[in-house]
Antibody
Framework: EVQLQQSGPEVGRPGSSVKISCKAS????????MNWVKQSPGQGLEWIGW????????DYAEKFKKKATLTADTSSSTAYIQLSSLTSEDTATYFC??????????WGQGTLVTVSS | DVVLTQTPVAQPVTLGDQASISCRSS???????????LEWYLQKPGQSPQLLIY???NRFSGVPDRFIGSGSGSDFTLKISRVEPEDLGVYYC?????????FGSGTKLEIK
């Protein structure tokens, strides 16, 4: 069974960075691209970008190129997203989602990031 | 960027009736490889979104055949027949043909 277990809620101060993890199990980690999606409170969904864990190649939506950094550790089957220079606009739930039949065939449970001083 | 316009914003339904959601794209979603990467997701309250339909009309594993996706080019529809309580939530269309990938703004399926 494919499972994506995300790390717990984070609180970050304005201007700081946070790093969220997404630990994959139930499949070969390097066989599938991992996407990340943002959902602001009460709002819709935004695609942030994807990483290919096998090659480390990435693609980002333009809006997130200076905000998010995607990495993957094949030894632990874990994908990461780091969000930098936090502002109130970054307060949101962040989801990892594994590709398959579609880019988001399987989803993590989401990680809430709150930016607060 | 491709804009996906979903209508209606909210769809009140009676349980057991049919619901229909439209998703129109600002440009054709036919990829150069001939595929059309238009998907439908359902986000139930307090949950992560879940994949329902991929490539316009293909139901994902475990999705009931009450969910039917159709359309072509830039005009797509999701029909849900015999709506059940577990179908309630927000439906999003999504395109992965053009970079950046984009979501529609969502349609809330609610009880009338």
């Amino acid at each position: 069974e494919v499972q994506l277990q995300q790390s717990g809620p984070e609180v970050g101060r304005p201007g700081s960075s946070v790093k969220i993890s997404c630990k994959a199990s139930g499949y070969t980690f390097t066989d599938y691209v991992m996407n990340w999606v943002k959902q602001s409170p009460g709002q819709g969904l935004e695609w942030i970008g994807w990483i290919d864990p096998e090659y480390g190649s990435t693609d980002y939506a333009e809006k997130f190129k200076k905000k998010a950094t995607l990495t993957a550790d094949t030894s632990s089957s874990t994908a990461y997203i780091q969000l930098s220079s936090l502002t109130s606009e970054d307060t949101a739930t962040y989801f990892c989602a594994r590709s398959g039949a579609a880019p988001f065939a399987y989803w993590g449970q989401g990680t809430l990031v709150t930016v607060s001083s | 960027d491709v804009v996906l316009t979903q209508t209606p914003v909210a769809q009140p339904v009676t349980l057991g009736d049919q619901a229909s959601i439209s998703c129109r794209s600002s440009q054709s979603l036919v990829h150069s490889n001939g595929n059309t990467y238009l998907e439908w997701y359902l986000q139930k309250p307090g949950q992560s979104p879940q994949l329902l339909i991929y490539k316009v009309s293909n139901r994902f594993s475990g999705v009931p055949d009450r969910f039917i996706g159709s359309g072509s080019g830039s005009d797509f529809t999701l029909k849900i027949s015999r709506v059940e309580p577990e179908d309630l939530g927000v439906y999003y269309c999504f395109q992965a043909t053009h970079d950046p990938f984009t979501f529609g703004s969502g349609t809330k399926l609610e009880i009338k």
